[in-house]
Antibody
Framework: EVQLVESGGRLVQPGGSLRLSCAAS????????MSWIRQAPGKRPEWAAH????????YYVDPVKGRFTISKDNVENSLYLQMNSLRVDDTAVYYC???????????WGQGTLVTVSS | DVVLTQSPLSLPVTLGQSASISCRSS???????????LNWFHQRPGQSPRRLIY???NRDSGVPERFSGSGSGTDFTLRISRVEAEDVGVYYC?????????FGPGTKVEIK
């Protein structure tokens, strides 16, 4: 099993930057495909970014391409999301999610709220 | 992008009765490795989603046997037999066969 704890969410102005962190504990983190999945108020969840176990392959949805960067550190047992040029529609709870062992295992953090507003 | 549609979007159920939710995909979710990456999640208000079913019919650890998944290709079903009060919330199907991975719109289950 792996425990995931997100941090870094806060109120930020449009155009600003923010870095989210996800601290992982448990022996399987390095086997995890990791995602940042976000959920705007009252909406369905949406993938933002995704990376493979060694952190080299990265995938982004179109609305965040060129603005967000996902990174995985298997030494520090951490996942990050650098978010630049933030927009009002980036407002959401951001979840850190692990998929391991051919997706037979799945773990979520409690989420961190990002609010983009002037 | 793969579009998932769910029906119904709202499902009032009687305690102890069964319930079914349909999920249809805009294209087959069968991956080249032979697996079909269609999952079902449950979310209660203010909580993180919790996975119930993975790869169509496999129950996650700790998920009651009253939850079952079936289907293939583009048509999938989540069935809840003997609905209990704790089953209320929103149910999502999600696919991660193709990038971008996508969620269905959700089905809100409530007790009559």
């Amino acid at each position: 099993e792996v425990q995931l704890v997100e941090s870094g969410g806060r109120l930020v102005q449009p155009g600003g930057s923010l870095r989210l962190s996800c601290a992982a504990s448990g022996p399987i983190f390095r086997r995890c495909w990791m995602s940042w999945i976000r959920q705007a108020p009252g909406k369905r969840p949406e993938w933002a970014a995704h990376t493979n176990p060694d952190g080299r392959d990265k995938y982004y949805v179109d609305p965040v391409k060129g603005r967000f960067t996902i990174s995985k550190d298997n030494v520090e047992n951490s996942l990050y999301l650098q978010m630049n040029s933030l927009r009002v529609d980036d407002t959401a709870v951001y979840y850190c999610v692990c998929w391991a062992d051919q997706a037979s295992l799945n773990f979520w953090g409690q989420g961190t709220l990002v609010t983009v507003s002037s | 992008d793969v579009v998932l549609t769910q029906s119904p979007l709202s499902l009032p159920v009687t305690l102890g009765q069964s319930a079914s939710i349909s999920c249809r995909s805009s294209q087959s979710l069968l991956y080249s490795d032979g697996n079909t990456y269609l999952n079902w999640f449950h979310q209660r208000p203010g909580q993180s989603p919790r996975r119930l079913i993975y790869k169509v019919f496999n129950r996650d650890s700790g998920v009651p046997e009253r939850f079952s998944g079936s289907g293939s290709g583009t048509d999938f079903t989540l069935r809840i037999s003997r609905v209990e009060a704790e089953d209320v919330g929103v149910y999502y199907c999600i696919q991660h066969t193709y990038w971008p991975h996508t969620f269905g719109p959700g089905t809100k289950v409530e007790i009559k």
